[in-house]
């Protein structure tokens, strides 16, 4: 089955500065690659997410960059905020049918934290 | 719109005991998909549904059971409940058809066995 590892596990940035955390997978047929937010004792969020035709996508201070051939994703958050800290989950699957519905195989979490 | 709603919120069980987590959705998504929430871990896809009346097994299945008999609910069941199975479990459904592959999750179910 498909593996996904994050790097890294921890990551503090002054407020401002850029984070990049990074995610590799093992299933060349995965075509999905999203990106959860999590605070404390809620719920994941999707802040961004990319498939496999695509290999960059942007909205505002995010960014998300995919190299199938290296089979690793990337999220990248500019000019960082403290409310941006959280916890930050890559996930990669295959799709379960055509049209939608994924089976998600998620990274072990990023625990990000800006500091004023 | 209350998006997806799981039931309980928290609950302890001792082992050996049985319960059924409740999660639905009002967005008349196919897909319903159960994780668990492990410390230290991302989550893990425990069983999913593409539609009404079917199940598939996830990542982590053992010791769970689900049934989808209207499509907008998906229950997931412990028959025998096992310290093991501590963990925050959490609910999601997707839309199909519509080229949003996004899946929405429900707040959470904090389970813990003793």
């Known amino acids: 089955g498909e593996n996904v590892e994050q790097h890294p596990s921890t990551l503090s940035v002054q407020e401002g500065d850029s984070a990049v955390i990074k995610c590799t997978y093992s299933d060349s047929a995965s075509n999905y690659f999203p990106w959860y937010k999590q605070e404390l004792g809620k719920r994941p969020q999707l802040i961004i997410d990319?498939?496999?035709?695509?290999g960059e996508k942007k909205d505002q201070r995010i960014a998300v960059t995919l190299n199938k051939t290296a089979k690793h994703f990337s999220l990248h958050i500019t000019e960082t905020q403290p409310e941006d800290s959280a916890v930050y989950f890559c996930a990669a699957s295959v799709s379960i049918l055509t049209g939608g519905g994924n089976k998600l195989t998620f990274g072990t979490g990023t625990q990000l934290k800006v500091e004023l | 719109n209350a998006g997806v709603t799981q039931t309980p919120k928290f609950r302890v069980l001792k082992t050996g005991q049985s319960m059924t987590l409740l999660c639905a959705q009002d967005?008349?998504?196919?897909?319903m998909y159960w994780y668990r929430q492990d410390p230290g871990m991302g989550l893990r896809l425990i069983h999913y549904?593409?539609?009404?009346?079917?199940?598939a097994k996830g990542e982590v299945p053992d010791g769970y059971n689900v049934s989808r008999l209207k499509k907008q609910n998906f229950l997931l069941g412990l028959e025998s409940a096992a310290p093991s199975q501590t963990s925050v479990y959490f609910c999601?459904?997707?839309?199909?058809?519509?080229?949003?592959?996004?899946?929405?999750f429900g707040p959470g179910t904090r389970l813990t066995v003793t």
């Open positions: 990319i498939r496999s035709n695509v």
């Open positions: 999601a459904s997707s839309a199909t058809g519509t080229g949003d592959y996004e899946q929405y």
């Open positions: 967005m008349n998504h196919e897909y």
């Open positions: 549904s593409v539609g009404e009346g079917t199940t």
